[in-house]
């Protein structure tokens, strides 16, 4: 276990809208609602008073749920276009309604938001790859299926330029503000945004959200720009984030962007970032990009301490034509702190997720747990039929069961 010691965070905020209570940034900028106990005091003294306030350790626990990515793909997009009637021209809420039930039970519940948000009429709606943005109808969605925390860090944020990144931080700022509590993180306005530490305080403990990317197409265009986007590349700005999140939170949660895609296989690079960002003070990595479940394990520090890292959660839904892609990660745990300050994850499980569609066209398109699939959904999937590869066309129940075995430990296999 690790000390964790005496905590200090600057702000308390009451019941939320979607489920959260006391969520915020570090300095509460990025919230006018916060109530923001640092106001009017400075340096030390406004340190010690929130010390003082803070030094009850009565512990308490924090039960997690994180999915992966949120691939908003032509296929997904035609899909949301056949579930539209009257005045709508997308309906994503269909594509979720099953998941509903594997993801209301968390405290947190996180996604990975692939694409770009737009809300722009002058920033076309497409799900081409590398020039993806959303339409706004994928945000209420994912709020409706129970989702709080967005990591929106990835390779895709200037699909669109710095005008689309824009916009999109301008989406989830307008969000925020009709869903008090909601998350996000992995790309901000300027420097000063991206040291605002996003934080929750629930049940009595306080967790911090990070978000790094290896990479990001046009990256060039962030020279002239006060837009901030950390890469993994940047350790001494990674490792100073985690180590200052740390100092404000029981629990520090990272989203990493990262890896080879379309296969299980870890890279040693992959998990020499992972032990980094553990012995610097991550406590939980949720990885992402590789679109395919891969293994998850726990990682010890020099004191015996552990972090736990989920190499890839693999894809939450997506028009992704190979049967590796179609099976995702639904992570669940629980982040406790003991009396002392001791923090730990436990409970350790994961649920199998499909992504679900029929016919050459994407029809019927959905995310559906594993304990709910059945041999004649199977059986009606489109995917040998549409796949480009005939290596990845296979599609039944022992093919999934060995994607689910190849990718998930059976210790963290929750099938039902």
Not at 297 to 325: A, C, H, M, P, W
Request: a negative charge; glycine letters at 8%; charged letters at 20%.
């Amino acid at each position: 276990m690790r000390k964790i010691g005496l905590r200090l965070i600057s702000a308390s905020l009451s019941l939320l809208l979607v489920c959260m209570t006391g969520c915020n940034s570090t300095n509460g900028n990025s919230d006018n609602k916060s109530t923001n106990t640092m106001d009017g005091m400075n340096g030390k003294a406004a340190r010690e008073e929130a010390t003082i306030a803070n030094v009850k350790q009565s512990g308490g626990s924090i039960h997690i749920i994180a999915a992966g990515d949120n691939m908003i793909q032509n296929g997904v997009l035609n899909a949301a276009t056949a579930n539209a009637d009257g005045e709508q021209q997308y309906n994503f809420t269909p594509c979720y309604e099953d998941a509903k039930s594997i993801i209301s039970s968390g405290d947190i519940k996180i996604i990975n938001q692939s694409s770009l948000i737009c809300d722009n009429e002058n920033i076309a709606v497409s799900g081409d790859n590398y020039n993806l943005n959303s339409p706004p109808e994928v945000g209420n969605a994912l709020i409706d299926t129970g989702f709080n925390a967005v990591s929106i860090g990835n390779r895709h944020l200037l699909d669109n330029g710095t005008g689309g990144l824009e916009s999109c931080l301008n989406y989830w700022d307008k969000m925020k503000s009709n869903y008090y509590g909601l998350i996000t993180y992995g790309a901000y306005k300027n420097e000063t945004d991206m040291n605002d530490i996003r934080v929750c305080d629930i049940n009595g403990v306080k967790v911090a959200f990070l978000s790094y990317t290896d990479s990001i197409a046009n990256s060039d265009f962030l020279n002239d720009s006060d837009l901030e986007v950390v890469l993994l590349s940047d350790e001494e700005k990674v490792k100073s984030q985690i180590e200052a999140a740390n100092a404000v939170a029981d629990a520090v949660i990272v989203s990493a962007h990262w890896g080879a895609e379309d296969t299980f296989d870890v890279a040693d690079e992959v998990k020499q970032k992972a032990q980094n960002m553990v012995d610097w003070g991550a406590d939980v990595i949720l990885g992402v990009h590789p679109h395919v479940p891969q293994t998850m394990e726990y990682l010890t520090r020099q004191d015996g301490s552990k972090g736990f890292v989920f190499y890839s959660l693999g894809n939450f839904i997506s028009s992704q034509t190979y049967n590796i892609n179609l099976v995702g990660e639904v992570a669940d745990f629980n982040i406790k702190v003991d009396p002392k300050g001791n923090t730990t994850i436990e409970d350790i499980q994961v649920r199998p997720v499909i992504t679900h569609f029929e016919g050459n066209d994407f029809s019927n398109l959905k995310v559906i747990p594993y304990r709910d699939y059945t041999e004649e959904l199977c059986n009606a999937h489109g995917l040998p039929q549409i796949s480009s590869n005939a290596n990845y066309a296979d599609w039944n129940m022992e093919k999934i069961k060995e994607i689910i075995d190849t990718g998930i430990p059976e210790e963290y296999q929750k099938l039902d």
